[in-house]
């Protein structure tokens, strides 16, 4: 942890992680401080990363949030974002995002000075946890539909977005969401934001915490309107999915900040699961 440290719990990956890494006392860490660490994330994701990989990959269907040819594989928008971002730099291919997920939470984790063992149950309770994590947004969804007098659950344009696509290419692109849209808005954007904020701008800690996750919900819940989506600014039907990405994207920062990655990760990719395949 940086400068920044006190208001992340020990969640944020930033160069200075090693001056705070927890006091190895030799005591074995319980599960809710061993489940968000950097390596036991990268450990649940990797799995993840390689269905979404392979699925992706295999051509042949259209998913969400590119504009390539009909019949193309298409991708998140926020993997698209990061493809375009390294071809600035000359770098292209499909799974540097991938790569650099994976290179984030490595560095993250020898920063930490955490030892490189894995508690391969933490990885079934990560999973049951995003089950349960994902229930509140659901509940959220609904809350915001009765007070708009709208559909339940303000994922509905998501739906609409990906209507007709077969369950198998819907999880891939759910496990997709829940990987890249973490990795832009939570690894790197809170994170970025929270070195600007409290090392260059001194805010006090707490108002680090408070501005980097509204900050970083305001651009998730915007970013989802890059795509076939538009915002209209007379529509309730708008304003009522952009305060509830808003809202997710504050709760998803908040379980950055105190569960860490892997828990962040798959909390987003059961909630799309959830809405997108299960409830409907």
Known sequence: MSRAGPIDG????????????????????????????????LAFVLPLIMIYEVGTGLGGWRGVG??????????????????????????????????????????????????????????GGIAAEAVLLSIPLIAMGIALAHLFRAVPLAAAPAQ????????????????????YEELVFRLIILTVLSLVI?????????MTGL?????SAVMFSAYHYLGSEAFHWHAVASWRTFAFRTLAGIYFGVLFLTRGFGVTAATHAAYDILVLLALP
Not at 160 to 179: D, F, K, N, Q, T
Not at 198 to 206: E, N, S, T
Not at 211 to 215: C, Q
């Open 211 to 215: 501005t980097v996750v509204l900050l």
């Open 198 to 206: 409290k090392d260059l701008l001194l805010f006090p800690a707490k």
């Open 66 to 123: 590119s504009s390539a040819s009909q019949g193309a594989p298409q991708h998140i928008i926020a993997f698209t974002l990061l493809q375009q971002f390294f071809s600035l730099f000359g770098a292209t291919g499909q799974h540097l995002p991938a790569m650099a997920l994976a290179g984030i939470l490595i560095a993250w984790h020898v920063a930490r000075r955490d030892p490189w063992k894995i508690r391969w149950t933490a990885l």
């Open 10 to 41: 020990g969640a944020l990956p930033v160069a200075a992680a090693a001056k705070a890494a927890p006091e190895k006392s030799g005591a074995r860490p319980g599960y809710f401080e061993h489940s968000r660490t950097p390596l036991v994330s």
């Open 160 to 179: 609409s977005a990906v209507s007709g696509l077969p369950p198998r290419e819907l999880m891939v692109l759910c496990l997709g969401a829940g990987i």
